[in-house]
């Protein structure tokens, strides 16, 4: 069983950036793939980005590739999601997720962050 806990939502203008984290439990950390999704309001939940359980293999959905980045740090049971250039469109509730086998993770996830971005 993992848990996690997502921090580091807010509130911020268009072109700010925020840095997501996404805490895990457990001592099986560097065992799974992480992976981060975001669900706005009235829509479903899409993938945003995921990161291979050893670091080296990273994914983004095209519509933040270039303008996110996501990476881990095993020692500290942490998955990051940096976000620059953010736009209104990013605006949801971003979700942190994790996966033995699958990528994009879905067998744990976590509670979600709120992250609102004022035009």
């Known amino acids: 069983q993992v848990q996690l806990v997502e921090s580091g939502g807010g509130f911020v203008q268009a072109g700010d950036s925020l840095r997501l984290s996404c805490a895990a439990s457990g001592r099986t950390f560097n065992l799974h793939n992480m992976g981060w999704f975001r669900q706005a309001p009235g829509k479903e939940r899409e993938f945003v980005a995921a990161i291979m359980r050893s670091g080296g293999s990273t994914y983004y959905a095209s519509s933040v590739k270039g303008r996110f980045t996501i990476s881990r740090d095993n020692a500290k049971n942490t998955v990051y999601l940096q976000m620059n250039s953010l736009r209104p469109e990013d605006t949801a509730v971003y979700y942190c997720?994790?996966?033995?086998?699958?990528?994009?993770?879905?067998?744990?996830w976590g509670q979600g962050t709120q992250v609102t971005v004022s035009s």
């Open positions: 997720a994790a996966d033995m086998k699958r990528l994009p993770p879905s067998d744990y």
